[in-house]
């Protein structure tokens, strides 16, 4: 049966991996009783939503919509089937670096581009691309899932939009080898020469709707064949990254 609201998926991933209310309510450092309240009211705000997906490796737009694929690419660390209790805060794992530190066999370059930004608000005027610094990422992490490093690039986001998942300031990964939309997954993409991340979902006719994250100021975008030909997908995201 066909989970029908967030804490339904919610839950139904809990039970295939095996936690209980008090082992997330461990790792987001709550109490037991306030993650039981989740499932007794059917209510859950977008701070624990959000949580809760990275705890747990699952993709925001699954989880809050039922779109797209339930597992997700975020940072590499999405926890296995297997109880591994940790704050959720501590999961991403930092090595010091800097451009005169050799690279590891494993480990590939990916350009960050510092004066395109991608917004998740109003739009940004596309900007001529000069690199700046360089983010290092796992060659077998890449190759895992598919994405070829000569495709990859990494660029800032602007705008409260996609919030509470992709807030003001952090950085995606962008896949430019995959620009094949599946429904509720996450992509950058030109509209009508500005940038922006959002969810995308093919309309019958040819159309495309438009999502973001933050819905209560963004309303979704339904587009005709028309205006969705004014949409050129510059790719796939396929990993973000939020400094708190």
């Known amino acids: 049966m066909k989970e029908k609201t967030v804490t339904e998926r919610l839950k139904s991933v809990m039970t295939e991996k095996g936690y209980n209310n008090a082992d997330i309510a461990r790792a987001l450092s709550i109490t037991p009783q306030a993650v039981g309240k989740w499932f007794k009211t059917n209510s859950i705000s977008k701070e624990s939503i959000f949580a809760c997906s990275n705890f747990l490796g699952i993709s925001i737009a699954w989880l809050m919509n039922g779109e797209g694929d339930k597992y997700i690419f975020n940072d590499g660390n999405s926890p296995a089937n297997t109880k591994n209790i940790s704050n959720v805060n501590s999961y991403i794992q930092l090595e010091t670096w800097d451009s005169k530190t050799p ?4 480990e590939v370059e990916v350009p960050f581009y510092m004066e395109v930004e991608l ?7 596309i900007q001529l691309e ?3 610094p360089k983010l290092r990422f796992s060659k077998s992490t890449l190759r895992r899932y598919r994405i070829d490093p000569s495709n990859a690039a990494c660029v800032k986001v602007s705008g409260n939009s ?4 992709i807030p003001d300031g952090a ?3 962008i896949d430019a080898g ?13 509209w009508a020469g500005a940038l922006f991340v959002k ?7 040819g159309g495309l709707r438009i999502r973001s994250f933050n819905m209560d100021e963004y309303p979704d975008e ?13 790719g796939r995201v396929f990993w973000y990254s939020v400094l708190r």
């Open 119 to 125: 917004s998740a608000g109003s739009g940004s005027v």
């Open 103 to 106: 690279l590891d066999d494993d």
């Open 222 to 234: 339904n587009l005709t064949l028309e205006e969705a030909q004014q949409v050129r997908v510059i």
């Open 199 to 205: 969810t995308l979902t093919r309309r019958p006719g």
């Open 178 to 190: 995959n620009t094949i939309i599946k429904d509720g997954d996450m992509y950058a993409i030109d």
């Open 162 to 165: 996609m919030e509470p998942v």
């Open 171 to 173: 950085t995606v990964g």
């Open 130 to 132: 000069t690199t700046g």
